[in-house]
């Protein structure tokens, strides 16, 4: 059975810093590309990144400022937050990613979630 | 990026009904277009995979269609468990992006 444990979130300050962890297990973790996506208080899904073997991909809204990465020895995916702001507070979803024949990209597997709440 | 636009942001119907939701993308995604199902409270579900391969356990009365830009999901006969949030998401782009959701509420 696929499980994704999302850690780590919390109540920072803007322009603080936090790290979000994602543990995986069920499936064969370094063979899949994982994705962080996020949804603000009654909004949409919004993606935030994805890594997949050694290439990153970020969000425009994101990018300079969250780092995404894994411990494949780990089963595990983390995704460093910088400078943070009020407009990031949201909950955290992991999410595991499938691919058919190298190009058709979906995400099958979420985990529960992991709230964050940038505010003074 | 790539924008996804769904329609109607909402909509209101009854156990039943054969509902339909609308995704375009301000660029050609191809076939790379998913949908998937959000409960309150709840992460999300893939329904709908590469425009209109069901996911494994989805029930029959969800189907997806469209390529290019214009997409569509339909409910054939709408049964109370799937009130809920609507999301449909292009992986053409590795920029990946959802539409901003249809919320199908009960009539």
């Known amino acids: 059975e696929v499980q994704l444990v999302e850690s780590g979130g919390g109540l920072v300050q803007p322009g603080g810093s936090l790290r979000l962890s994602c543990a995986a297990s069920g499936f064969t973790f370094n063979r899949n590309a994982m994705t962080w996506v996020r949804q603000a208080p009654g909004k949409g899904l919004e993606w935030v990144s994805t890594i997949s073997g050694s290439s990153t991909y970020n969000a425009a809204s994101v990018k300079g400022r969250f780092t995404i990465s894994r411990d494949n020895s780990k089963n595990t995916v983390y995704l460093q937050m910088n400078s943070l702001r009020a407009d990031d507070t949201a909950v955290y979803y992991c999410?595991?990613?499938?691919?058919?024949?190298?190009?058709?990209?979906?995400?099958?597997?979420w985990g529960q979630g992991t709230l964050v709440i940038v505010s003074s | 990026d790539i924008q996804m636009t769904q329609s109607p942001s909402s909509l209101s119907a009854s156990v039943g009904d054969r509902v339909t939701i609308t995704c375009r993308a301000s660029?050609?995604?191809?076939?790379?277009l998913n949908w998937y199902q959000q409960k309150p409270g709840k992460a999300p579900k893939l329904l709908i995979y590469a425009t209109s391969t069901l996911q494994s356990g989805v029930p029959s009365r969800f189907s997806g269609s469209g390529s290019g830009t214009d997409f569509t999901l339909t409910i054939s006969s709408l049964l109370p468990e799937d009130f809920a949030t609507y999301y449909c998401?292009?992986?053409?782009?590795?920029?990946?992006?959802f539409g901003q959701g249809t919320k199908v509420e009960i009539k």
């Open positions: 999410v595991k990613e499938r691919a058919i024949r190298g190009v058709i990209d979906f995400f099958d597997y």
């Open positions: 998401q292009q992986s053409y782009s590795p920029l990946y992006t």
């Open positions: 660029q050609s995604v191809s076939s790379y």
